[in-house]
């Protein structure tokens, strides 16, 4: 074949480029302004000193930091195995065609496609205490606790969980749709002939054999628990008090209201760290099932 | 996969997550529609005596809904555009040929499906600044002109092509672009379509760098443009106005997606490599 040889090479180049400009050199900022000290907004700090791991020992002696790692954890911690229980057991009951299931999947999944801003301010109507429905939805069930959730300190961050789970439970049902549609029925039918049933059925037989999407939901569900703060823009703006900050809020907080930028890359490392480590060890633990 | 739950009880337990589920966009939707002189009130929840459009003429009036649509539209587009041409180069080159170092090259690329762009907000914002593309359309549009994840998923389909059907061409003197454009895009056209849907939909619906990254209204998307509009003094607890201002920025894009639901869905679904 007489292609020229630089051909390949200036095909993939645009995409290096961009990824070079916007994801590569990035991490190494990042990587490296975290060792400095620069806040914009004080003389002394107005350029760069270097001030080793200074700013990651700040963050972890800083009270609010810390709340808003507990808040992401307990964000985290609720929000996806939420998420993952209710759109598997969606899953179960749409998976069959079946009247009005057409309906149902798509008032499940319609959240999906609105902005997470549209959706966390249709949320902010819905909670308002007096008019909003939810709390009329709640005293009707006998509840009689705090009005305001968005406002009160100790059920804002669930007001957030409860935004998200609205919005993202669709999106990952249709992964556990897909894979109950792929199931190899003949070995569910020879499990249930063997007398396994119900929960049994589900957790021994069906659960293994769509353990892929199991892992692949937990990841996108995880990294965009991380990547979505637009509901804390609209709802809490991280109050009150700090208590429904979430990380990447707080990102945003440090660099654009602090003027902080040795703090927000040092956040933006800890971000970071903590997608891959979540990443890596969901890649290991499912391969060490495959095997 | 046989369920066991009798259907009668199966379709009640669905009718009322539904019924859950839809409740919020359809009261906002409700809201939106009443006249702004009725005031709410308990157990008056739905709509009042009749249908009224002043909450949108008045949110219209209120922000510049008209300019934010097409700060979107060309946004969108623009990244829509690029990322197409770009990654089906790059994906023609990995799935075509063989070059030192493609390998190599393949994983670098990938590195960035593993680290959400979103994480890397300063640096880029830094970088945009240092570009002087602050406050422009470009500025918000040019980190995403390369992407790992539509190389990726163009690759995976051009592979399904036997390697022959190239090698074939490339002696009947096709040129490369020519291989490209009438052998290769043709066989991706169902991942093309994905693709643009699920771009579509990120951008779209994307908040936090377009906030970041603009300060106008001359350049705001429609996002950015609604938390915006909640915040404005005049607005307060005026939630008719509100709901009709968040209909204006949602329902658009949410009919066309009740138009292309098929197609859609399958957006979603490849978008959930990344």
């Known amino acids: 074949m007489r292609r020229p040889r630089i051909l390949p090479y200036l095909l993939v180049a645009p995409t290096l480029l961009f990824v070079a400009a916007f994801t590569l050199l990035p991490l190494g900022e990042v990587l490296v302004g975290s060792l400095f000290k620069q806040k914009l907004n004080i003389p002394r700090f107005r350029h760069p000193v270097f001030a080793g791991f200074g700013n990651f020992v700040d963050l972890f002696h800083d009270p609010e930091f810390l709340q808003v790692l507990a808040n992401t954890g307990i964000y985290v911690a609720v929000l996806i195995p939420l998420l993952l229980v209710a759109a598997l057991g969606l899953a179960f009951l749409l998976e069959e065609k079946r009247a009005g299931v057409g309906f149902f999947r798509l008032a499940m999944f319609h959240p999906t496609v609105l902005p997470m801003v549209s959706a966390a301010t249709i949320w902010m109507f819905f909670l308002t205490p007096g008019y909003g429905l939810w709390n009329q939805a709640l005293r009707f069930f006998g509840y009689a606790g705090p009005q305001n959730w968005i406002g009160n300190p100790s059920l804002a961050l669930f007001g957030l969980i409860l935004v998200a789970f609205w919005k993202n439970v669709g999106f990952l049902m249709l992964f556990f749709l897909a894979g109950l549609q792929n199931l190899d029925r003949s070995v569910v039918e020879a499990a249930r002939l063997d007398g396994a049933g119900g929960l049994k059925l589900v957790a021994k037989v069906i659960l293994p054999l769509i353990r892929r999407q199991t892992v692949f939901v937990t990841t996108i569900a995880f990294i965009g628990a991380f990547q979505t703060v637009d509901h804390v823009f609209v709802l809490t703006q991280g109050g009150p008090s700090g208590r429904s900050s979430l990380l990447l809020y707080y990102l945003w907080h440090m660099r654009f209201e602090r003027m902080d930028v040795g703090g927000s890359d040092a956040v933006t490392v800890i971000i970071i760290l903590a997608l891959l480590a979540f990443t890596v060890t969901n890649f290991l633990v499912s391969e060490q099932h495959e095997k | ?274």
Not at chain 2, 141 to 164: E, I, M, V, Y
């Open chain 2, 1 to 274: 996969m046989r369920n066991r739950l009798p259907s009668l009880a199966r379709f009640v337990i669905l009718a009322l997550l539904s019924a859950l589920m839809l409740a919020p966009l359809a009261w906002a939707l409700a809201a939106s529609l009443r006249p702004p002189s009725v005031p709410f009130a308990l157990g008056n929840v739905f709509f009042a005596s009749r249908l009224s459009l002043d909450n949108y003429a008045t949110a219209l009036s209120l922000a510049p809904f008209a300019r934010y649509y097409l700060n979107t539209i060309a946004q969108v587009g623009a990244i829509i555009g690029v990322q197409l041409i770009t990654a089906s180069l790059a994906a023609f080159a990995f799935a075509r040929y063989r070059f030192a170092g493609d390998k190599v090259l393949f994983t670098v690329i990938l590195l960035q499906m593993m680290i959400p762009t979103a994480a890397l907000l300063v640096p880029n914002f830094s970088t945009i600044r240092f570009l002087g593309l602050y406050n422009t359309i470009p500025g918000i549009a040019l980190p995403f002109f390369g992407s790992a994840f539509a190389t990726f998923l163009l690759r995976q389909s051009f592979l399904a092509l036997p390697r022959d059907m190239g090698d074939a061409a490339a002696i009947d003197g096709c040129r490369w672009d020519q291989e490209l454009r009438h052998i290769f895009l043709p066989t991706a056209k169902a991942s093309i379509v994905a693709l643009v849907l699920s771009i579509l939909s990120f951008h779209w619906n994307d908040f936090l760098w377009p906030l970041v990254i603009t300060q106008s209204d001359a350049v705001r998307p429609l996002t950015a443009g609604l938390v915006r509009f909640t915040q404005m003094g005049e607005i307060g607890a005026q939630w008719g106005l509100l709901s009709a201002a968040t209909m204006i920025v949602t329902l658009p894009l949410f009919v066309a997606f009740l138009v292309f639901q098929k197609q859609f869905v399958r957006g979603y679904l490849s978008s959930g490599i990344k």
